[in-house]
């Protein structure tokens, strides 16, 4: 069942590049919005994605809704966890491929919702909608008492254009996924929690500029919002 405590939501990292010791690392990115029973991305493949969760003690039967950020391999490899969940609304930006759409629309436990505005997927979780041009992709807003924190998977059409739709939603507290090649570092100044995971290429660079702020992510690390 979905928690009503606003502040008692936590980010489980389930893929990415890098592991703690005792979980498996691959590259792609996939986490668990606890509280709110979200799965975002699905990592690179399905057997280390079912090894994290298990590590972390994660049914999949427990997820209620999976949230793909774009239809790259790395975001989508594992989305053959829909065959071990219970009745689960996916939601995918309307870009995606119509093979991709058929093959999930095959799965009598799928609920496919096809994403293009900004909306809210259920109470205090919104998705950004289709963002960007040559390659489309969503992000997650999640809110709480903290205010909302955003969850990214390659941000593809530039981090400052998707934290300016998020901001639309409210004041901006965390950042979580992958930023790509985005350099504008004086931008997250003000975010008081930064997560750079999976294909950030300054990553180091972050961590380092902000050193109170900013989290190593590595897949077993849980991060309450």
């Keep these: 069942m979905e928690k009503d405590h606003k502040n008692n939501i936590k980010v489980k990292i389930l893929y990415d590049n890098e ?12 986490c668990l919005v606890e509280g709110k029973n979200i799965l ?6 399905l057997s280390t994605l079912i090894y994290n969760m298990r590590k972390f003690m994660v049914n999949p039967k427990d997820i209620e809704k999976i949230v793909l950020s774009h239809e790259h ?5 594992g989305i053959n966890i829909v065959n071990y969940c219970s009745k689960v609304d996916v939601f995918i930006p309307r870009s995606f491929s119509s093979q991709f759409k058929s093959w ?15 909306e809210e997927i259920c109470k205090g979780v ?3 909608g289709e963002l960007g041009q040559s390659i489309k992709e969503q992000s997650l807003i999640v809110k709480t008492g903290n205010g909302l924190t955003v969850i990214t998977g390659c941000s593809h059409p ?3 254009n998707i934290l300016a739709c998020a901001s639309k939603f409210g004041e901006i507290y965390g950042l979580i996924g992958g930023f790509h090649g985005f350099c504008k570092l004086e931008v997250l100044k003000r975010i008081r929690l930064i997560v750079p995971c999976h294909c950030t290429m300054r990553k180091t660079e972050l961590l380092n500029l902000y050193p109170k702020t900013s989290k190593k992510c590595s897949v077993g690390f849980t991060v309450e919002i």
């Design 19 to 30: 592991a703690s010791e005792g979980f498996k690392s691959g590259f792609g990115f996939s």
């Design 40 to 45: 975002f991305d699905t990592g690179g493949d």
């Design 73 to 77: 391999r790395d975001h989508i490899g």
């Design 104 to 118: 999930l629309s095959l799965h009598s436990n799928v609920i496919l919702h096809e994403v293009c505005e900004a």
């Design 126 to 128: 919104y998705t950004t």
């Design 158 to 160: 530039g981090l400052e």
